[in-house]
Nanobody
Framework: QVQLVESGGGLVQPGGSLRLSCVAS????????MAWFRQTPGKEREFVAR???????YYADSVKDRFTISRDNAKNTVYLQIDNLKPEDAAVYYC???????????????WGQGTQVTVSS
């Protein structure tokens, strides 16, 4: 059974940092693109960042220079380092995996259950 499990969310003050992790199990994802999306109530899931198997990364303009995606293929894990958090970053963050994945949610076939990030002073 394939599973993606996120962790690392929580309550952080504006300007703070978080590191989200997503561990995949059930099969290896070393050849797949892995990505992070986020969603707030009433809005569509929004692309945040993706990392292809070879290490190529791509970010949404809104998070560029503050977010860093990385992956450890040996651990079947993808990370999202979030720095200088802003209130508008508050959302449920989801990791996703897909062989041809880029920036659209429809390109990913595997999803985690999400981890909540709250930004408040």
């Amino acid at each position: 059974q394939v599973q993606l499990v996120e962790s690392g969310g929580g309550l952080v003050q504006p300007g703070g940092s978080l590191r989200l992790s997503c561990v995949a199990s059930g099969r290896t994802f070393s050849g797949d693109a892995m990505a992070w999306f986020r969603q707030t109530p009433g809005k569509e899931r929004e692309f945040v960042a993706r990392a292809r198997s070879g290490g190529d990364t791509y970010y949404a303009d809104s998070v560029k220079d503050r977010f860093t995606i990385s992956r450890d293929n040996a651990k079947n894990t993808v990370y999202l380092q979030i720095d200088n958090l802003k209130p508008e970053d508050a959302a449920v963050y989801y990791c996703a995996a897909g062989y041809y994945g880029d920036s659209r949610a429809s390109e990913y076939g595997y999803w985690g259950q999400g981890t909540q990030v709250t930004v408040s002073s």
